[in-house]
């Protein structure tokens, strides 16, 4: 029992959860200490977008696939409209995805984004302009992560109830078949 328990209690994939933080915490880390270290703009525009953009890849790509099932991504189609793409795991998959994973996953994405806001609005009262700029690129890749990753958890949902309805329908008629069939 306390295996079962301790193997709740820790996260399943700690590699992944590390990548998932560790990008966003370098991004802020470098942005806010940057100015100590650093006269040059270009300097902390290019590492902090750079380490943001690292952000944005590992979170689409990795960190949102092992640690909630999910995959977004965007395409513009021949009438050159933009489509949403969305993948996730089944429902038995997605049942079986650690809590704390999940956990660290939405909370980290969130709050770096309110960070973010926060940076930005220190960035106003100040009057640094260019500062901002640097702030608003690297909110506009989080609040991407977090538009298309909420929009795949409710297209998930929606899958999974079109699924159960499915699955109840189909049980529920093949039942009424074999009713009447005896009859």
Known sequence: MDRIQNTEENYANPKTCFFHVIFKAAALAFYVLSALFFDSFVIIF???VLLAALDFWVVKNVSGRILVGLRWWNEIN?????VWKFECLDQESLARMNKKDSWLFWWTLYL????????GIFSLIRFQADYLLVVGVCLSLSVANIVGFTKCRKDARKQ?????SQTIASRFSSTLQSAFSVV
């Open 46 to 48: 290019v590492v902090t």
């Open 78 to 82: 021949e009438q050159g409209e933009s």
């Open 112 to 119: 770096t984004a309110v960070a973010w806001v926060f940076l």
């Open 160 to 164: 999974i109830q079109q699924f159960a």
